[in-house]
């Protein structure tokens, strides 16, 4: 168990929806990355937050966004859906320190039908 | 461009038969070199981080290495419940900016 809890587990919605990740990272961790594995394109950095504020953006699309809260969970928010953005999404952490390993959770299948 | 490459993309040992996994990078600034592993359907699980060229981890079966362009996994008499998806990952420093690169993977199956 790395610590990093991601819900829900599965979402399979339709094209044009909207739909919220979330992530709890690891006690103590005040870095949260977010990346998206497809099959043919194996793990996409998206984007990092530091302790409340963004650190470092990735490929991530204008139609996703993230943000941090105050108690360092943090949310993905994905808009108007293709089918294309069906995926794994990950969200990782990392402790104290400008080279820490990330800790992953089990990430949240999306499917868009 | 930064850049992290990994190979073989699939390997097929038999239990005890050792191999060597690589992952070459070509990043400006390099902080830090991770090795994780990958179940299905689950999250990377981290193994090690290596920092400097010539630096060695041990872990178990599994032991990485560094050089200047390059890192290798070795694995030592594999068992079957080595198999999973192997990854290499790169944090770059690009003008003060951190980031991390991953590979795209190794998928590893030992067979009993």
């Known amino acids: 168990d790395s610590g990093v809890t991601q819900t829900p587990k599965h979402l399979i919605t339709a094209t044009g929806q909207r739909v919220t990740l979330r992530c709890s990272p690891r006690s103590g961790d005040l870095s949260v990355y977010w990346y998206q594995q497809s099959l043919d394109q194996g793990l996409q950095f998206l984007i990092q937050?530091?302790?409340?504020?963004?650190?470092a953006k990735g490929n991530i699309l204008e139609r996703f966004s993230a943000q941090q809260f105050p108690d360092l969970h943090s949310e993905l928010n994905l808009s108007s859906l293709e089918l294309g953005d069906s995926a794994l999404y990950f969200c990782a952490s990392s402790g104290p320190g400008s080279n820490q390993p990330q800790h992953f959770g089990d990430g949240t299948r999306l499917s868009i039908l | 461009e930064d850049q992290v490459t990994q190979s073989p993309e699939a390997l097929r040992l038999q239990e005890g038969e050792s191999s060597s996994l690589n992952c070459s990078y070509t990043?400006?600034?390099?902080?830090?070199l991770f090795w994780y592993r990958q179940d299905p359907g689950k999250g990377p699980e981290f193994l090690f981080t290596l920092y400097s060229a010539g630096e060695e981890k041990e872990k178990e079966r599994l032991k990485a290495t560094l050089t200047k362009k390059e890192s290798f996994l070795h694995i030592t008499a594999p068992k079957p419940e080595d198999s999973a998806t192997y990854l290499c990952a790169v944090q770059a420093d690009t003008s003060g900016t951190y980031k991390y690169i991953f590979g795209t993977g190794t998928r590893l199956k030992v067979l009993a």
């Open positions: 937050y530091y302790n409340g504020e963004e650190r």
């Open positions: 990043v400006s600034g390099l902080r830090g």
